[in-house]
Structure formats: C-alpha cells, structure tokens
C-alpha cells in the first residue's frame, strides 16, 4: 500500500518559517517528480513546487519563488518544503504528490497518482 505522510504544518504568524515534510512508503519514487500542492477553502488545489526525480530541478509557483524551497532525499523516499515570510495568503491545506513515474515535470494536479491526506498550515496576520 503506497502512503504519502505528510507533517510539519501548524499555526505561525506572518513572516514566520515552517518546513514541511512528506514521507513516502510502499514503492520507491526515485525515478519520478514530486511536489507540492496547496488548496484554501473555496479555491481549486494549486501548484506550489516540485523536484525532478534526480533532485537538481526545481519548479515554483510565482506566488511562493524566492520565499519557498523545495527539496527531496531520495534515499530516504521523503520530499521537503521550507516555507519563508510566510503570508495570510499562503493559508490552506497543504498536499504532498508524486507522479507514477512521471519523469517530466507538469504543474497540473491530474498528473500525479499518489497524495498524502495533507497538512494545515494556517498563517496569522
């Protein structure tokens, strides 16, 4: 059985830092993207960053380049994300993916297979 486990997320006032994690177990996902999505209450999820399967690309939304970094450990089958200067506009759950075998980077959320259950982060102004 394939698990995406995510943690890290929580309560931090705006200009605050959170680093999230995702663990994955059941297959290995070396040889494919993974990422980060994000969904607010009443919107459709987003893109918000993602590593190539070799780990030495990155990928970003506009809204969180420069405040964001994503990495992964591919030993450890876990991906990363460090959230910086944090804003109320970065409020929402927020998702771990990874593609099946999706050796190609793609922002749309349809083209990853697998999804952990997602971590609040809420940012208090």
């Known amino acids: 059985q394939v698990q995406l486990v995510e943690s890290g997320g929580g309560l931090v006032q705006a200009g605050g830092s959170l680093r999230l994690s995702c663990a994955a177990s059941g297959r290995t996902f070396s040889n494919s993207v993974m990422g980060w999505f994000r969904q607010a209450p009443g919107k459709e999820r987003e893109f918000v960053a993602a590593?190539?399967?070799?780990?030495?690309?990155?990928y970003y939304a506009d809204s969180v380049k420069g405040r964001f970094t994503v990495s992964r450990d591919r030993a450890k089958n876990s991906v990363y994300l460090q959230m910086n200067s944090l804003t109320s506009e970065d409020t929402a759950v927020y998702y771990c993916a990874a593609g099946r075998d999706l050796y190609r980077f793609k922002p749309s959320p349809y083209e990853y297979a697998y999804w952990g259950q997602g971590t609040q982060v809420t940012v208090s102004s």
């Open positions: 590593v190539s399967w070799t780990g030495g690309r990155t």
